[in-house]
């Protein structure tokens, strides 16, 4: 549901989109270019984008680098989050992560299971937060991208969206690290 303040001003974010796949291409990357469609009509920045076999350490590593990058608000991976041998987004996030932010994984699965039933709790989705970048895991499929974006994250993502947003907490997501005084 849309609580949208427009008395705010909208804030762009800067977005990195990694689609994790062993077989997709930037040709058929499908789920990839949704993605990137609906953060850059909702105003927002894509700052960079990969496309990544699902391997542990150049996921880690990805991340890392984006994490690292100060002009990276936030990073959407696609792919990778199911339940077979190959799927490790999840462990790489493990690997980089400060912060779960258990509400994501929670509240995607449950849009999900509207739509799929309880095929949805094959999804290891989830949102965590990491060098004060906000990290989201989404299932491969399109489908999975749009109900992540449209549902949950095109409002989180919205400095005007309420009672409350993820981009207002953006200032403090570091607080940990500033001396006390």
């Known amino acids: 549901m ?9 804030v762009a974010v800067n977005i990195a989109v990694l689609t994790v ?6 040709a058929n990357d499908t789920s990839g270019d949704a993605l990137c469609g609906r953060i850059t009509e909702a105003g927002h920045h894509v700052a960079a984008r990969s496309l990544l076999r699902d391997d542990t350490d150049q996921i880690e590593a990805m991340l890392r680098q984006w994490i690292a990058d100060r002009s990276i608000d936030v990073v959407i991976t696609t792919g990778g989050t199911g339940v077979t041998g190959r799927d490790v987004t999840p462990e790489a996030f493990e690997r980089v992560l400060e912060k ?3 509400g994501f994984g929670e509240l995607f699965r449950m849009i999900s299971f509207a739509k799929i039933g309880t095929s949805t709790m094959q999804s290891r989705a989830l949102g965590a937060v990491a060098g004060g970048t906000y990290l989201f895991a989404l299932p491969g499929s399109t489908g999975a991208v749009k109900d992540g974006w449209d549902e949950i994250l095109r409002w989180q993502l919205d400095a005007r969206h309420r009672p409350c947003n993820l981009v207002e907490l ?5 607080e940990h690290l500033r001396p006390a005084g």
């Not at 849309?2 to 909208?10: A, C, H, L, V, Y």
């Not at 953006?170 to 570091?174: D, I, N, S, T, Y």
């Open 100 to 102: 779960r932010i258990e």
């Open 170 to 174: 953006m200032p403090r997501l570091q």
């Open 21 to 26: 796949s062993d077989t997709r291409t930037a």
């Open 2 to 10: 849309s609580r949208i303040d427009e008395s705010k001003p909208f």
